[in-house]
């Protein structure tokens, strides 16, 4: 795929004035768009900056995974948003901006995405995104949230130890997806669930959630512990029922589907 065109994203953001996107850093290669956003975030970079790259060498997910992609066949970005948020709440906000990635590329794909808690977007039993969330304090105050997307877009080919579990917009039948307008897309899905969520929290999408829990019934790992999905709690929680029957609510956790 050719480079990001920064230059087609910021014209049309000048002509859309959108809630988030402006304005636009764009690095063909850097380390992690999340520790550049959050270095910004320190110096006082306004909420909706965008931070987009085509390759990071040192890209990360969740508890240091690595996100591996080929160069610029991926949507890498960065948003730097200053919500109104108790800090509590950030945890949860993972799985809201996991809906509004899954509302910006319903169009695209026929089957539809599921959101596997806490942190990935799974279509077809495979992960299609990844979301790595990360705030930034000022004591006890939250000052700043950087949320981090990976987005598969023209992925043909994946790591062998990524393959069997990875897919992307192209092979799942998305045709001629441009990333400029793809990005504007998400952003602007990401924009109105941030919203809502300032406003609601869990509770008002907590029935959104459940109904796209790809992990709903599925014998699961939560590090050492194992049970079946049981849907989510109000706070965000998954919920797993062990072999005896008892319910736990699980805070966080790495998931392996058994």
């Known amino acids: 795929m050719k480079p990001f065109d920064a230059e087609r994203f910021r014209s049309a953001a000048r002509e859309a004035k959108p809630k988030l996107g402006r304005p636009l850093m764009y690095q063909p290669v850097t380390g992690s768009t999340n520790d550049n956003a959050l270095l910004a975030a320190r110096s006082g ?17 969740r508890r240091g995974n690595t996100w591996l992609a080929t ?4 949507l890498l970005f960065s948003v730097l948003v200053r919500p109104e948020l108790e800090l509590a709440q950030t945890s949860a906000l993972t799985l809201a ?4 990635l899954r509302d910006a590329i319903a169009p695209l794909l026929s089957d539809a995405a599921q959101i596997k808690w806490p942190n990935d977007l799974y279509v077809v039993g495979k992960k299609l995104a990844g979301v790595l969330v990360e705030s930034q304090l000022q004591g006890e105050r939250l000052q700043a949230v950087v949320v981090g997307v990976g987005l598969n877009v023209a992925s043909r080919d994946f790591p062998p130890e990524i393959a069997p579990r990875a897919t ?3 092979l799942l ?3 001629g997806v441009e990333r400029e307008p793809l990005l504007q897309a998400l952003l602007n899905a990401i924009a109105a669930r ?16 459940n109904a796209a829990d790809a992990l709903r019934g599925k014998r699961v790992r939560v590090d050492a512990q194992v049970g079946v999905g049981r849907g989510l709690d109000e706070q965000g929680r998954l919920l797993l029922e062990d072999d005896t029957g008892v319910l736990h609510a699980v805070i966080a956790g790495t998931v392996e589907l058994l």
Not at 45 to 61: I, K, L, M, N, Y
Not at 97 to 100: D, E, H, S
Request: proline content about 4%; aromatic content about 4%.
């Open 71 to 74: 160069p610029g066949e991926s």
């Open 97 to 100: 901006i996991g809906l509004a």
């Open 194 to 209: 941030l919203d809502a969520y300032q406003r609601t929290g869990v509770a008002g999408i907590l029935d959104e959630l």
């Open 168 to 170: 992307s917009l192209a």
């Open 173 to 175: 039948g998305a045709r």
């Open 45 to 61: 970079a306004p909420h909706g900056s965008v931070f987009v790259t085509d390759e990071q060498t040192a890209g990360r997910g």
